[in-house]
């Protein structure tokens, strides 16, 4: 690890449990509830406050940074320069409120536009999912293997549910092929599920905050990360993410590209 990748390490390590603390205590405390564009999106005001709280300790510590957070200031990252962070603060906001359970907490760092460092933190089980480019991947202290690059046939994929329902470009297909679907409700836990060789893909329609963290993680390991058509991940646009074994990708993406 570079020195620079040391120290944004050990910051935003230390965010994370103060980030959990606020979250346990303002949830068991009782939740403001909003919805966002639906009653399917919501936003509480435990969202807003540890976007705020991530806000505030970056420009306090690398205060030449931008930033793109899902609940407030979009910078752009096509022109970026220098430090660059991406903030989804609660990811599975719906399984935050209803299950207190399933959620996660997501910071994606580049430099220059390049990837530096994603952490993925699965806030009730207390694990910091860790790593980048050149460092691999580390639960806590511990580093993951690379997940054996399993065939369709033998691994549990993630999905969307509206995309499963709507057989959405030959899903339905994909699934019987598989050994069978789950749906997490949280892009972060879903992605750890394929870090950890829990499961053998995910895919879902996701903004760069959803996917950012967990592409430099997946890339790391030696993972398949791109749209379903096979184009680069650009931390701008939303898309149809897949992310899965090498060979999965190749399968998954030729049974959709079919229909
Ligand atoms: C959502 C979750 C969900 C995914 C949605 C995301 P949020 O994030 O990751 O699993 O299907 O597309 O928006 O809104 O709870 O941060
Ligand atoms: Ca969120
Ligand atoms: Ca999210």
Not at 203 to 210: A, F
Not at 219 to 226: F, G, I, T
């Amino acid at each position: 690890m570079t020195e620079q990748q040391k120290e944004i390490y050990r910051q935003v390590t230390k965010w994370f449990h103060e980030a959990r603390n606020r979250i346990l205590e303002g949830r068991a405390r009782g939740l403001d509830v909003q919805n966002k564009t639906s009653r399917l999106d919501l936003v509480t005001n435990i969202d807003k406050e540890i976007e705020c709280f991530f806000r505030e300790k970056i420009n306090e510590n690398f205060s030449d940074s931008a930033i793109l957070g899902e609940e407030g200031n979009k910078a752009d990252f096509k022109s970026s320069k220098g430090l660059f962070w991406v903030i989804d603060p609660i990811d599975g906001t719906m399984n935050f409120v209803k299950q207190a359970a399933n959620f996660a907490s997501m910071i994606a760092i580049y430099q220059d536009q390049k990837p530096l460092l994603g952490f993925i933190y699965d806030v009730i089980h207390d694990r910091l999912y860790w790593g980048g480019p050149g460092i691999g991947v580390y639960c806590n202290k511990e580093q993951l293997p690379a997940p054996k690059n399993i065939q369709l046939k033998d691994g549990l994929l993630g999905v969307n549910g509206p995309m499963m329902l709507t057989n959405y470009r030959n899903l339905q297909e994909v699934i019987r092929k598989s050994a069978g679907a789950r749906i997490y409700g949280s892009a972060g836990i879903e992605f750890i599920h394929v870090l950890t060789g829990q499961c053998v893909g995910y895919l879902s329609h996701l903004r760069p905050w959803d996917y950012a963290a967990g592409s430099i993680l997946a890339e790391s390991l030696n993972l398949s990360v791109k749209t379903i058509d096979g184009k680069l991940l650009d931390v701008v646009s939303s898309e149809d993410v897949l992310v899965a074994t090498k060979n999965a990708y190749i399968e998954i993406s030729a049974l959709m590209s079919a229909k």
